[in-house]
């Protein structure tokens, strides 16, 4: 399969689906049967939804909120806004009443589309403040009992409502080019309000070409992709619905991260798009599970994972039993382990926050690919990717194609190409910061190796500066915390300061395990977060990783946090990246009162 060069996003879709009429393109899960569409009726879907809008006054350059979970009909939306010339604005179902007034208000949306009843309750609350705001077609039907500023349709009768002709709207909706704006997508916020990111058709095709060259080696053709991450976030929306879209794939909804194993299992993913925090959960599940076991089978997994990192960490050759072993092992552990990814996996693309290297060396020990990318949503959100057959796993890999970078003077890394967003919405000041000569100054800091990989250091603002001008990278030392059994998450601390201190997350598992050895009355974290002897217990994975780190980045002293860094209580993102100043708030006096032991 060539890579095409498209139009548009939608120009992409149209010609796709007529190239590709019945071959199944969306599946979705009801009960235990999973349910498929073709490109011709999601085709036909998005044609009638995009007719209906433009009958509700929906023009071009409108803006039209998205509030759903992964499924079929978030695709369709997407695409019938597009299709129009109207701009979509995706947004989390995590949002507050007040997160979504915000975004309504700062984009000035005309129209929304939800999904379900729960979340229409939270939408129209903030959907009947603003009087821009004028329509809304809900899922799931939805009883109002006192009318509001809002008009609210249900999507089956809206749809059915509404004439086919594909090839008509195909027609009429093919002037859309690729300096068109396509969406808003608003920033996670790690640290402060959500800025409105505006990104035209040509930085997600751009994105979604480099992806293809990338994997092109590994096959472009008879891929699937298993779509759990927010589609809301623009590492999803790009690289889980727009490069799968242009390379003719099917997209498989994930019913819920708890049933991620069993549906990975079904729908025989070739792709699938994976932030680091899950890796982590994975290896430690899978570590786990091996240790419970024991015996021989604990012995093989050891041995797969030596000779893994022998010869893909440490670049050493394996002699000739152990490339005899090696080749064992790939047909017995490594098979075992690829079929719970479903067997089919061509490619794990990682991405979101930065990934530990060992645990990257964990996965590719075990036969399974994986590629660590780099990006921001102000980019597309990808800019770099490790190549399948040259990984290194300590950096982001190389640029995609027709994409240039450069390292300022300070270190911080610049971007220029297509990728690069239009700016922030109804925002100059924040633009003209982030977009200087058409580079886009990303804010992390990092470097070019001698052959053209990036290795990234860290967050420009994230970095820590002691009270003697040292710089700590907190990502690093945060992730190495990770890492340790006893720890789930981490937070260091210390700018202005004479040494780093912590604020941890017991893992659940492990804390459950430690209270019943030690005969503890609870295993919730607020009842036992200041128990000594769960102190020394997690002090000793402290003085382990210490021993690893220099001196300006040893932790002195730790505290544990009351509770776990969630979506839920604001201190992660949805895309699972720490909200620092909600944690530092949350705890100041925690942390200022460790200096004063």
Known sequence: ????????????????????????????????NWNSETWHQVAEKITRLGAALRAMGVKKGDRVVIVSENRPEWMITDFAIMAIGAISVPTY?????????????????????????????????????????????????????????????????????????VESFRDEVSHVSRDEIACIIYTSGTGGAP?????????????????????E???????????????????????????????GAEIWYAESIEKLATNMAEAKPTVMVVVPRLFEMLRTRITRGVQADGGLKARLFDRALKLGFKSLRDNQPLSLFEKLEDWFLSKTVRKKVRKQFGGRLKALVSGGAPLSPDVGYFFASLGLPLMQGYGQTEAGPVVSVNPPWAPKMHTVGTLFKDTEAKIAEDGEILIKGELVMKGYW????????????????????????????????????????????????????????????????????????????????????????????????????????????????????????NKRLSNIEKIRKFSIASEAFTIENEQMTPSLKLRRHVVKEVYKDTLEGLYKR
């Open 195 to 215: 800025k409105g990111v505006m990104l035209h058709h040509g930085s997600l095709l751009h994105n979604a070409e480099g992806a293809s060259t990338i994997i």
């Open 426 to 545: 109804r925002n100059e000041t924040a633009t003209a910061e982030t977009i200087k000569n058409d580079w886009l100054h990303t804010g992390d800091i990092g470097h070019f190796d001698d052959q053209g990989y990036l290795e990234i250091t860290d967050r420009k603002k994230d970095i820590i500066v002691n009270d003697k001008g040292d710089n700590v990278s907190p990502q690093r030392v945060e992730g190495l915390l990770a890492l340790e059994d006893e720890i789930a998450q981490a937070m260091i601390y210390g700018d202005k300061r004479p040494h780093m201190v912590a604020l941890l997350v017991p893992d659940a598992d492990w804390l459950l395990n430690w209270a019943k050895e030690n005969s503890k009355s609870a295993a919730r974290i607020e009842k036992l977060f200041d128990d000594k002897d769960l102190h020394k217990a997690l002090d000793t994975a402290v003085t382990r990783i």
């Open 1 to 32: 399969m060539a890579i095409k060069r498209w139009n548009s996003l939608t120009h992409m879709f149209f010609e796709q689906a007529i190239a590709l009429q019945d071959k199944p393109l969306l599946f979705s899960k009801t009960g235990d």
């Open 93 to 165: 179902t995590t949002n507050t009443v007040r997160d979504h007034l915000h975004i309504i208000e700062n984009s000035g949306a005309k129209a929304a589309i939800v999904s379900t009843k729960n979340l229409a309750r939270t939408f129209l609350k903030a959907a009947h403040q603003c009087d821009e705001m004028r329509h809304a077609i809900i899922m799931q039907p939805v009883a109002l009992e006192q009318q509001l500023n809002v008009n609210v349709y249900e999507w089956d009768k809206v749809i059915s409502e509404q004439e086919a002709d």
């Open 217 to 247: 080696p590994l096959g472009l053709e008879d891929n699937a992709f298993l779509s759990f991450l927010p589609l809301s976030h623009a590492y999803e929306h790009t690289t889980g619905l727009c490069w799968p879209l242009t390379i």
